[in-house]
């Protein structure tokens, strides 16, 4: 069975028809890629998926559970951290605190400590920084430091939104370094990406989302091989 | 050189000076003042106020770093402290011109014009005015060319002087029952601070603080790195000991008209502390918080009055926490509709809310409950025994009880997990719910304790005054407590108390502010945003943040250790 099982997943916006029945699966030890254009539907799929937009009964399941009736802050606590587009990092609060708050609904103060450690290893630059703002930091290091938050909850399920927006390319080949890292680690991964070059190179399998319907689903490789996905999204001819 | 010949700033500063030297004169402030002395028959709060203006002006008409010659810098302060006399010399001349000003401009005395023309007619006392603004002009822009280390102890000196002889019918207050008349007699005039008190205060403030800055701080520094953990702690705790000890037997200093004003101060600690709660920690902006303030009021009003109002009749203690708990459910049925609500939308709503209880008290609908205008007479007073809270003295222990427990529950709350959900929900309400923070709860907690510790405020206040009137729970409370706590400093615990005693306190004491209280709340609110950001006594999160480039040395204890998980 997979962790996360998404079927027949509609959303709408007012009149709009955002997503059209979309349905996907993530097994566990995954990286899945959601790849697409602007508008294809991505973000609003990972935005059911974390409850911020409430799912039809049965459209979601995360390890068998229906997820219909969860409010955003329950997934938290039931293994699944998001990281959302535009990072969203606490601006004011240090480097320190962002990651201390990733930990909120943890108890276990031995384990908090090891994990703090294990982000500061995965992203040596947060651990120079710890006193710093957050909102003072660029916008490599603030991405880095939402990831960072959201392992800080020891996540079975990690919901990246966008990891590259906005950032220099060298980074962004770090970002995607760290990711492979941390689903090496054991994290299982689904990641909404436009940089679709990227996004499949660390990706075992992808979806391809086209106006709120999955038009593609293949392995990374096979993705990367199709002729539609060179042309459309890969930009080779 | 081009910028030595520019006088755009002092001409600007100057102007500037004068419109408000003009205004404070012509809306009264000036004369009110007058009469209370700071340093008897030299200088009065009146003249102060007139007189700063063109000092400030003077300072401001030329900056370090232009290429200003002394010369030059000294020219600039005299043409901004004439600037200044100018708009109040025409003020005179119109008098003449025009003997009916009063009709339209009802605080231009003749009183205030015998202040501006220095009791010497129209044509003299111009003449004089012109050159005393323009010598304090050239003192003010003088005051610059100073270095720091000269600058700093005058200012210093000049502070307390001012502070002392400001407060001296206070302190008078206070030492009179201790002190020989004769040297009481030495020390202060009729009003104010004798002249020679005045000179012996400013130089040893002066020296004093020449001392301190040469070589006391370093020395006091060395002293506290060099004292182990154990000793400082023990220090703190014995400092804590002493402040306590003096609040305590504050009042038996004080006197009851003093004690009398540490009780209004104290009941807007305590809501001060209430809203600081919603606002400071959970940064939810409430304009309607007098509402609590009124509902405990009244619950405590309805339940224990003697009158025919009254339903149940029972004790001060009795009612209580009925009082707190009406509040408390007030602030969770307020808190409900609002959950979505952010910024403004939400200060608007509350702003509604406060009004609503408000029209409703005085409405005709509930006269017949709640007595309307004419509010709830004989309200019941606190008894444990046979001993029966009267007197200020024995309502300032109550209010600091209460004080005690607010801050104490802030305080512990503020570093508990509840704390951290105030702050996510402060910084960013979208990323603390994907933190797992649940906001619905989290917003009604803060709402419903902030609630509650105005209830307990205005439970304590319609005892303590034994009658409530509808018009004592306006918006202006809202304003005075949510002013105090941005003048303390957001989110800061002794920023209330600061905040309260700047806001609160000063104008109490200082009698003639009263008329002006709403102008000086504005001014100081202006000056507080301009210089000071963060507040009077600000929490570390908020200086840091507003400070972020000097924060580099003393960041370390506050952030090093993983603090308060689980």
Redesign the interface.
Known sequence: MALLEVNNLHAYYGNIHALKGISLQVEEGEIVSLIGGNGAGKTTTLRSI?GLIPPKPGAITLGGEDLSNH???????RGVA?V?EGR???????V??NL??????????DG??AD?NSVYELFPRLAER??Q?AG?MSGGEQQMLAMG?AMM?RPTLLLLDEPSMGLAPVLVEAIFDTITEINKNGTTVLLVEQNAHMALQVAHRGYVLQTGTIVLSDSAKELQRNPMVQKAYLGIE | MAQSTNFSKAVRYGLIAGVVALSVSAIGMVETFDVRDIITGVLTLGQLLLFSTALIGGYFSWKKGEGVTPVGALLRGLVAGLLTAVPLVFLIILTVLWPDIRDSFVNVTPALINILTFDQGTVTGSLILLVVMGVLGVIGAAFDLLSERIQKPLLYGLLWMLGIGLLSEILLLILRPYSPRALLALLFGDKGITPATAVVIFVLAVAINAWWTARGKEAAERRRIARPPSTAKQLRRLNIGLLIAFILILPFIMGTYLTEVADVVGTFVLMGLGLNIVVGFAGLLDLGYVAFFAIGAYVMGLLTTQGDLGIGGISFWAALPFSVIAATLAGIILGVPVLRMRGDYLAIVTLGFGEIIRVLVVSDLLKPYIGGAQGILQIGKPQILDFVFVQPEHFYYLILAGCLLAAFVSWRFRDARLGRRWMALREDEDVAEAMGIRLVSTKLMAFATGAAFSGLAGAIFASRLSSIFPHSFNLLISINVLSLIIVGGLGSLPGVVVGALVLVGLPELLREFAEYRLLLYGALLIVTMLLRPEGLWPSPVRRRELHESQMEHISEDETEEVHSLA
């Open positions: 974390s409010k955003a802050h329950e997934l938290v606590s998001m959302p969203g990092v606490f601006a004011k609060l240090t320190l605190e201390e708050m990733g930990a909120f609904h943890r108890t276990d103060k908090i400590i703090l710890k006193k703002l003072t938050r909850s």
